[in-house]
Structure formats: structure tokens, C-alpha cells
T-cell receptor, first 118, second 109 residues
Framework: GAVVSQHPSRVICKSGTSVKIECRSL??????MFWYRQFPKQSLMLMAT?????????EQGVEKDKFLINHASLTLSTLTVTSAHPEDSSFYIC??????????????FGQGTRLTVV | QKEVEQNSGPLSVPEGAIASLNCTYS??????FFWYRQYSGKSPELIMS????GDKEDGRFTAQLNKASQYVSLLIRDSQPSDSATYLC?????????FGTGTRLKVLA
């Protein structure tokens, strides 16, 4: 199956700093990527849909000025957590679907990024 | 009403038994349905996909879909301790990919 690579897998940062997470589709071009956040023992929560060449679509309650998404190419989307605070500590996961396989195919997930803000 | 609903569990079954996981969805135009398995601290991995009514079998796993009842299930035969994980149901609507909250399965040795 298709491969989605996410980096870094773990990051620890100081409160007030910014952290960038990268999501790459390795063997297909992803016009759309999805960013999720998962707190311990909770489900995946969709944060935003990243669209190549245009603005991301954010879910209700997600601050777009805090979680900056850039989808500059067909294989790369980045999520930047700005002015991170301890409550932003979470597991962040990206996913993408291969548009070449039709509109309703499965999503492939990155490995996830464990963010800890101290 | 949540778009995709699952019982959070935990669902405990003895080793060798059949585990039955259920999921309901609210959007009638949903076309594709997926089951993912997620181990703690890891990303979800795809187990099964199903697109039409009926059963679909793959090894020890069987997915069942009933669009009239807006219901999809996953059966795991001969459950093993290694099957202990959280199982996520995912449904595609217009374009979004919506996950249920997941059901935690515990297979007891």
C-alpha cells in the first residue's frame, strides 16, 4: 500500500516555542491530507484538511492561527504548532488518500508525532 | 448525534473466541467503510474495507455492512492476545474521513 511518512516521531519543546511537523506521501501525489490529534485514551479528532495550493479547512474549535498548515506541494504538508503550551501536548497524526485510486479509498497514516510541551 | 458511533468498551473476550465490534453511522450517503486497528501510541493500521452490503472475509476477519440500517461490524474469529487493541471504524461521506471513538478490545489468555 501507499506510504505516508511523518517526521519527527517525538518532540519535546519549551512552552511558548513553535514546532513543525512534516507529512510526506512517498509514492503518490496527495492533493489532500488530513491532520488529526489524539489525546490519551481518546479517539482521533480531525483538526483540519490540508489542500495543496490553497488554504486549509479547519474543524470547528480548532484555532487556525495556532495550528498553521501549509501544503506547498503534492507530496508535503506541514503542521506548525505555534506558541505551544502544555495543553497542546498530544499525539498528532497525518493521513492521505491516493486520489489515483478513486475517491473513496482507504487513508494511509503517518507514524504520528508525540508532542510534549514542557 | 455523532456521525460515527462505537461502544468504547472495553470488550473482553477469551482467547479463541469470536470478538464482535459494531459501528453505526448517521450519513446515509456514506459510501465506504473501513476498520482500523490501533495499538497504544501507534498510528492506525487498516484491517478491512467494505463498500457494498453483505459480508467480506479476510483471514480471521469478517466485515459486515448493512446500509439500510446504517450499520457496519467487524468479527474477529479465533481471537488472540495480540488482537488486543483499539478498533476504529471509519466512514467516508462527502469527502471527509470520519472516525468513530473506537472500541477497546481485550483478548484474555
Amino acid at each position: 500500500g501507499a506510504v505516508v511518512s511523518q517526521h519527527p516521531s517525538r518532540v519535546i519543546c519549551k512552552s511558548g516555542t513553535s514546532v513543525k511537523i512534516e507529512c510526506r506521501s512517498l509514492d503518490f501525489q496527495a492533493t489532500t491530507m488530513f491532520w488529526y490529534r489524539q489525546f490519551p485514551k481518546q479517539s482521533l479528532m480531525l483538526m483540519a484538511t490540508s489542500n495543496e495550493g490553497s488554504k486549509a479547512t479547519y474543524e470547528q474549535g480548532v484555532e487556525k492561527d495556532k495550528f498553521l498548515i501549509n501544503h506547498a506541494s503534492l507530496t508535503l504538508s506541514t503542521l506548525t504548532v505555534t506558541s505551544a503550551h502544555p495543553e497542546d501536548s498530544s499525539f498528532y497524526i497525518c493521513s492521505a488518500r491516493d486520489p489515483g485510486q478513486g475517491g473513496n479509498t482507504e487513508a494511509f497514516f503517518g507514524q504520528g508525532t508525540r508532542l510534549t510541551v514542557v | 448525534q455523532k456521525e460515527v458511533e462505537q461502544n468504547s468498551g472495553p470488550l473482553s473476550v477469551p482467547e479463541g473466541a469470536i470478538a464482535s465490534l459494531n459501528c453505526t453511522y448517521s450519513d446515509r450517503v456514506s459510501q465506504s467503510f473501513f476498520w482500523y486497528r490501533q495499538y497504544s501510541g501507534k498510528s492506525p493500521e487498516l484491517i478491512m474495507s467494505i463498500y457494498s452490503n453483505g459480508d467480506k472475509e479476510d483471514g480471521r476477519f469478517t466485515a459486515q455492512l448493512n446500509k439500510a440500517s446504517q450499520y457496519v461490524s467487524l468479527l474477529i474469529r479465533d481471537s488472540q492476545p495480540s488482537d488486543s487493541a483499539t478498533y476504529l471504524c471509519a466512514v467516508t461521506g462527502t469527502y471527509k474521513y470520519i472516525f468513530g471513538t473506537g472500541t477497546r478490545l481485550k483478548v484474555l489468555a
